[in-house]
């Protein structure tokens, strides 16, 4: 079982419409999670950290629920430039591991 | 200003040669890695150097070999170049603290086509 998993989509929805990825994770020592985004042929960037009691930026909501090892990404409002792969990403806790453990990814276009 | 910069940017190369990619981080983290991004799309962590210092070594093949001289500059040395080693390799850096959550920056990446 992959340690981090993600529906890789493609999710195709029109300008406006709401959307939402799910990612799970395997390791119930993970302590840290954050989805970053990645556009086509580019690095990836932090979009959020996700936080126990949800968190919102703007359009975009994430929510953890640990009972479950899942994280989720709401985006409201979707934007053509929106479109772009998004990755869960999850951190374990464990001395000197501060890498992160990625997700293949959801990727999104918003179509107008 | 470029915070986190790796050259070189593409690279083609035949199976059996040996390369290098450089990264070098302006922002004063204390924390470099090496991602692989296969063609699959999976970011795989490969190392990682703290301080100068090897924290973290994945299962990676020792035709790979990293180098850190000093805090802000992190190489990847390849031997003997496979056709398995296509990939983009990306670069992060990170300042580490006590704190769960934090931001690793990533550089733009250098995209290895071995022929």
């Known amino acids: 079982r992959k340690e981090v998993e993600q529906d890789p989509g493609p999710f195709n929805v029109p300008e406006g419409a709401t959307v939402a990825f799910n990612c799970t994770y395997s390791n119930s020592a993970s302590q840290s999670f954050f989805w970053y985004r990645q556009d086509c042929r580019k690095e990836p960037k932090l979009l959020m950290s996700v936080y126990s009691s949800g968190n919102e930026d703007g359009r975009f909501t994430a929510q953890l629920n640990r009972a479950s090892q899942y994280i989720s990404l709401l985006i409201r409002d979707s934007k053509l430039s929106d479109s772009a792969t998004y990755l869960c990403v999850v951190r374990a806790l464990g001395t000197g591991r501060r890498a992160l453990t990625f997700g293949s990814g959801t990727r999104l276009q918003v179509q107008p | 200003d470029t915070a986190v910069s790796q050259t070189p940017k593409y690279l083609v190369t035949q199976m059996g040669n040996d390369k290098s990619i450089k990264c070098e981080q302006n922002?004063?983290?204390?924390?470099m890695y090496w991602y692989k991004q296969d063609s699959k799309k999976f970011l795989k962590i490969m190392f990682s150097?703290?301080?100068?210092?090897?924290?973290i070594n994945e299962t990676v093949p020792n035709r790979f070999s990293p180098k850190s001289p000093d805090k802000a500059h992190l190489n990847l040395h390849i031997n003997s170049l496979e056709l398995g080693d296509s990939a983009v390799y990306f670069c992060a850096s990170s300042q580490g603290t006590s704190a769960l959550n934090y931001e690793q920056y990533f550089g733009p990446g250098t995209r290895l086509t071995v022929t």
């Open positions: 922002l004063g983290h204390d924390t």
């Open positions: 150097y703290n301080n100068k210092e090897l924290i």
